[in-house]
């Protein structure tokens, strides 16, 4: 069974941080890209970021590059996302996904699995 778990959602005001945490089991994990998405009230979902299987690539929406930072640790199957400099129109659920169509830019990645997702609210 494959599960995506995240975790570090919280509320900060703005410019503030948070480092969300994705525990994945079920999967051979170094040979998948990961990513995360999320979802502010009443959009629709967004590709924040993704990273190569090998951690070597990294991609990033516009408005968070400078802010934002992937990583991955292959060793405990965990995959990161470090918010920084985080602002109101961050507010969001973001979601953990398993990549299953990689296109550089982000624009166009497709997920086939996805965790439960964590909120994350910026607001004084």
């Known amino acids: 069974e494959v599960r995506l778990v995240e975790s570090g959602g919280t509320v900060v005001q703005p410019g503030g941080s948070l480092r969300l945490s994705c525990s994945v089991s079920g999967i051979t994990f170094t040979k998948y890209h990961m990513g995360w998405v999320r979802q502010a009230p009443g959009k629709g979902l967004e590709w924040v970021s993704a990273?190569?299987?090998?951690?070597?690539?990294?991609n990033y929406l516009d408005s968070v590059k400078g802010r934002f930072t992937i990583s991955r640790d292959n060793a405990k199957n965990i995959v990161y996302l470090q918010m920084n400099s985080l602002r109101p129109e961050d507010t969001a659920v973001y979601y953990c996904?398993?990549?299953?169509?990689?296109?550089?830019?982000?624009?166009?990645?497709?997920?086939?699995?996805r965790g439960q997702g964590t909120q994350v609210t910026v607001s004084s």
């Open positions: 996904a398993r990549i299953s169509t990689w296109r550089s830019g982000l624009n166009g990645s497709e997920y086939d699995y």
């Open positions: 990273i190569s299987s090998d951690g070597a690539t990294r």
